[in-house]
């Protein structure tokens, strides 16, 4: 199993432009989500999936889009890139259709906004 | 919405030193987890508490769970240089959204 994978691990933009990205994992994981991790702020959820087509906000999630068409993907979209948006993403996942089980993260994608 | 406080926000410690860090709520507490994070890297699940009282150890970490004060400690005994990272604990209430607190970071010098 490669477990939770994230592309791509580093990402410039200017300011303005959009991307995706990707996230996808093997487990057959229900519950899907991304976090944007700040200095002194610790993990911030943007927005969660409890299952294919099912989407909800989390506490920061201005400026993302997201959706879920398959069980192992799940993009984060940003459609147009501020600086504030800097930050590293991680994408987690787990079994069941909650957060009360324990979360499996991805590397990290480190992404500057110039 | 429920809030996690962590103290201290940074530590260093002597190799072998014993150390704890506390995760404290806002609001209850239904399961509490801690993670570290080595620098540059994804998050390692190291333990869930979801019961009052209930205490779990892994090698040379333990932690514990005080449900009446709203409040997790994990304790490092003997701490190595392999100790060194961020430890970050997290909630999940009931309506599911797993939050953070904003982290330890905790040096070991040996």
């Known amino acids: 199993n490669a477990g939770v994978t994230q592309t791509p691990k580093f990402q410039v933009l200017k300011t303005g432009q959009s991307m995706t990205l990707q996230c996808a994992q093997d487990?057959?994981?229900?519950?899907m989500s991304w976090y944007r991790q700040d200095p002194g702020m610790g993990l911030r959820l943007i927005h969660y999936?409890?299952?294919?087509?099912?989407?909800d906000q989390g506490e920061v999630p201005n400026g993302y889009n997201v959706s879920r068409s398959t069980t192992e993907d799940f993009p984060l979209r940003l459609l147009s890139a501020a600086p504030s948006q800097t930050s590293v993403y991680f994408c987690?996942?787990?079994?069941?259709?909650?957060?009360?089980?324990?979360?499996?993260f991805g590397p990290g994608t480190r992404l500057t906004v110039t | 919405s429920q809030e996690l406080e962590q103290s201290p926000q940074s530590l260093i410690v002597q190799e072998g030193k014993n150390l704890t860090i506390n995760c404290t709520s806002s609001?209850?507490?239904?399961?509490l987890y801690w993670y570290k994070q080595k620098y540059g890297e994804g998050l390692i699940f190291l333990m869930m508490?979801?019961?009052?009282?209930e205490e779990k150890s892994h090698e040379k970490i333990t932690a514990k769970l005080d449900e009446k004060k709203q409040q997790s400690s994990l304790h490092i005994t003997a701490s190595q240089p392999s100790h060194a990272g961020i430890y970050l604990c997290?909630?999940?209430?009931?309506?599911?959204?797993?939050?953070f607190g904003q982290g330890t970071t905790l040096q070991v010098k040996p």
């Open positions: 987690a996942s787990s079994w069941g259709r909650s957060a009360l089980h324990e979360q499996y």
């Open positions: 487990m057959n994981h229900e519950y």
């Open positions: 999936s409890v299952g294919a087509g099912i989407t």
């Open positions: 609001k209850t507490l239904y399961g």
């Open positions: 508490l979801q019961k009052g009282g």
């Open positions: 997290g909630a999940a209430p009931p309506t599911g959204k797993l939050i």
